[in-house]
C-alpha cells in the first residue's frame, strides 16, 4: 500500500457533524476515502495506525463506530477485510449510500 494513497483528506464536516464524529473518527474516515479504490479499502488497522499515529485499538473502535453510523460496511473474506465506503461524492457535497 506505500504510496498508494492520496496525501490528504476530504472530510466534509459540515456533513458529518450531524453524526455526531470525534475529530479521531473523521480523520480515520478520511483515510478511508482516500484508499479506496471503487469505494473498497483493504488497509489493516495496523496500517491505518501506522498512517495516522493511532493505537490500534483506537482505530478499531473509530471503525465500530463509522460501521454503527451506516459510514462504511465491512466484510471479512477468507484471511482478508475489505471496508467498504457507503460515501458518495456529489459535486462538493457527499452522500450516505443506505
Not at 466534509?12 to 479504490?37: A, Y
Amino acid at each position: 500500500m506505500k504510496g498508494n494513497y492520496m496525501k490528504y483528506a476530504i472530510v466534509p464536516l459540515s456533513d458529518l457533524k450531524k453524526l455526531e464524529l470525534n475529530s479521531t473518527d473523521k480523520l480515520v474516515m478520511g483515510m478511508i476515502v482516500s484508499l479506496c479504490i471503487k469505494r473498497v479499502c483493504i488497509a489493516t488497522n495496523k496500517y491505518l495506525s501506522q498512517q495516522l499515529e493511532l493505537s490500534t485499538r483506537t482505530i478499531s473502535k473509530s471503525l465500530s463506530k463509522l460501521s454503527n453510523k451506516n459510514l462504511i460496511f465491512i466484510k471479512y473474506e477468507k484471511d482478508n477485510r475489505k471496508i467498504y465506503s457507503n460515501i458518495v461524492w456529489n459535486d462538493s457535497s457527499m452522500d450516505i449510500k443506505e
